[in-house]
Nanobody, 115 residues
Framework: QVQLQESGPGLVEPSQTLSLTCTVS??????????WSWIRQPPGNGLEWIGR???????YYSPSLKSRTSISRDTAKNRFTLQLISMTPEDTAVYYC???????WGQGTQVTVSS
């Protein structure tokens, strides 16, 4: 079955760029009519959709984060990456990658923004 695993730094300093990778196993990120998403949950708050990349490589971003977000993919390694620039403490959250349509989520990774 398809499984997703996030990886990246747990601590980022303010103003730095966050880079997270989601490695997919059990299925290709380039086949099927799927979208591969990044979602986060700040402490004490609900889920916030960040953006997604489709199986054909088209990206969509949350309007509120679009100016700071980039999602790309490495098809050879079957993974996709989130970059979020100009991090602030308000970006502290658990970050998830997911194939939302099938309710397939990674376990999530805690990212804390602090000096």
């Amino acid at each position: 079955q398809v499984q997703l695993q996030e990886s990246g730094p747990g601590l980022v300093e303010p103003s730095q760029t966050l880079s997270l990778t989601c490695t997919v196993s059990g299925g290709s990120i380039t086949t099927g009519n799927y979208a591969w998403s990044w979602i986060r949950q700040p402490p004490g708050n609900g889920l916030e959709w960040i953006g997604r990349i489709t199986s054909s490589g088209v990206t969509y971003y949350s309007p509120s984060l679009k100016s700071r977000t980039s999602i790309s993919r490495d098809t050879a390694k079957n993974r996709f990456t989130l970059q979020l620039i100009s991090m602030t403490p308000e970006d502290t959250a658990v970050y998830y990658c997911a194939r939302v349509s099938d309710f397939i989520w990674g376990q999530g990774t805690q990212v804390t923004v602090s000096s």
